[in-house]
């Protein structure tokens, strides 16, 4: 049987992450890169696709989990009829080479463990060349890659299947070391795993140490953050919506994308988010990575990019892994990638203006790239698109993209303005407010008492309830009032929101899907935004509890069988606990600072 997603718990260095088991079991990681190949890959298939499992050898076990306090250190306590025993799993920041550390130590009686390796390079795919140099010390070796595996007891086995047994009773600590390098370059020196382990927690503690009170939410806004930031490519301040690939929208369905990536949307808002929490330097990073990742031609701006910035993110299947409880096909790369996708000009302006408000200092290039990208939106904002969804049916006149087009030209005006640039702020207002018209007259229905999917259609969709958020309508307009109101009546399950209704939309996919976690934040944002706090605040502690025992949330939810779905953990889950916390908190949220259209700004675009 399939461990279930919210079984799984995250550990990670900032460069890459791996998904550990409740059962002791590391059954997905990447290296050297989040997007990189995985040598364990069982999540997605079988242990036979890779997996590194360290479990007590009596299969009545039970198990509590949780992360050392404000770090990405996990601790999994065993407890059998003998003992108990505690995994510390953890991967410290890289100096030189990336490991993942593994200390069993134990705290009652004694525990038997059984060891368990199978490395499978190549998305769980190719068999090593596995070495016994020593005892303990195996090497795994594939092509370019080399896995060397430190153990603190003596291991058997052959190519496939690495095992070992051994016993721990109290204060007994052993350690257990995975390291990667190239097979053709020298060897990294082994790595010392208490000062490692010193080291981790010293850095998380840091991290953690800066974020502000958040009234009674402090502890799951702490959690979030520190995922967002696991989620953070350190060396070039790229930002990944989620460390997964194809894990379902539908168990058993075909919605299984690639999530290993930059989305512009996914990563601004998730800016939005660690600003608002007072965390400049990683927003500094993410905006330089941004202007490095859309250099060039404005028409050739991706909607996505690789951790580095890289275009080509072609999109492939993996026809040897079974999928997630049979979930096919798993998808590499991410086709998304060559969309057309017009609310990411919005998302980004915007981004960038919260960014100048905040006092981020300004870079070189900023002005200029949004002296060549307003003029290539002026030109391609009345094309249809494929909108925020990512739909993979015809392109529509999506009512978000075009709201998110308004948003571009409304902050680029004001920025204008407050540079004193009356000209260029003249032209830019002349648009927004031409769009806005546009939208005013052909996204609202009036029999339905709220804005559409898209121009002239009866569908709604969970994206509108941002109208108020970016402040395209005042939060007390009855058009927005009716909006949410619709979307709470009619685009709910179990007081959960869907993005759309599946069966309404030509997304160009089969089958349904769960409830979209970020668009049920959004919910509880337009329901406080409208003067209704106390059901934003039940809605928002109902989402809360949807994260499993370690704070983590993926990017859907069945409420039916009760089990989480879609990548994991993701970004835009995580940002919606942040920001609506920071709504319902005292302190002055992002939809507060979206939706009040001042500047406060004394530079272009990029500053
Ligand atoms: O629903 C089809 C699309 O689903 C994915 O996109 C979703 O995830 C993105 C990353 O978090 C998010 O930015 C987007 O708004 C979501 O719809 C998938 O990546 C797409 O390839 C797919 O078409």
Known sequence: MSTRIEDYALIGDCETAAMVGRNGSIDWLCLPRFDSPACLAALLGDETNGRW???????????????REDTLILETTFETATGKAVIHDFMPLRDGS?????????????????????????????????????EDVITAVAG?????????????????????????????????????????????????AEAALEATESFWREFTGRCPDVDGWTGPVKRSLITLKALTYMPTG??????TTSLPEKLGGTRNWDYRYCWLRDATLTLLALMKLGYYEEASAWRNWLLRAVAGAPEQMQIMYGVAGERNLREWEAPWLAGYEGSQPVRIGNAASEQFQLDVYGEVADALMQASKGGLA???????IGDVLMPFLERVWRDPD?????????????????????????????????AGEHDASRRWRKVADEIHAEVCAKAFDPAL?????????????????????????????????????????????????????????????????????????????????????????ALFKRLLALSNDVGLLSEEYDPKDKRLLGNFPQAFSHIGVINTALNLSRRKGPADDR????PDVTVGLGA
């Open 53 to 67: 499992k360290i479990a007590p050898a009596d299969g009545a076990f039970r198990t509590r989990r949780a992360y």
């Open 98 to 134: 990336s490991n993942i550390i593994r200390i069993v130590e134990g705290i009652e009686g004694t525990i038997a463990f059984d060891f368990e390796f199978m490395a499978r390079f190549d998305y769980g795919q190719t068999v090593p060349w596995m070495s016994f140099e020593e």
């Open 144 to 192: 370019p890659d080399m896995l060397i595996l430190h153990s603190a007891v003596p291991l058997t086995g052959d190519d496939s299947r690495v095992t070992g047994a051994f016993t721990v009773q109290k204060g007994d600590r052993l350690t257990f070391a995975l390291t990667f390098c190239s097979s053709y370059l020298p060897r990294p020196k082994p790595v010392d």
């Open 238 to 243: 790229g930002i990944v919506a989620a460390v």
């Open 362 to 368: 300004r870079h070189p290039r900023g002005a200029e």
């Open 386 to 418: 494929e909108g925020i969804w990512e739909v993979r049916g015809e392109r529509q006149h999506f009512t978000y993209s075009k709201v998110m087009a308004w948003v571009a030209f409304d902050r680029v005006a004001l920025m204008a303005e407050e």
């Open 449 to 537: 008492n709220s804005f559409v999917q898209a121009y002239g259609s009866k569908a709604l969709d969970a994206s509108v309830l941002q109208i108020g958020m970016v402040g395209f309508l005042p939060p007390d307009d009855p058009r927005y009032v009716g909006t949410v109101e619709a979307i709470e009546r009619h685009l709910t399950s179990d007081g959960f929101v869907l993005r759309y209704r599946t069966g309404e939309t030509d997304d160009g996919l089969p089958s349904d899907e769960g409830v979209f976690l970020a668009c049920s934040f959004w919910l509880a944002d337009a329901l406080d935004l409208i003067g209704r706090r106390a059901d934003a605040e």
């Open 595 to 598: 939706s009040d259209g001042t």
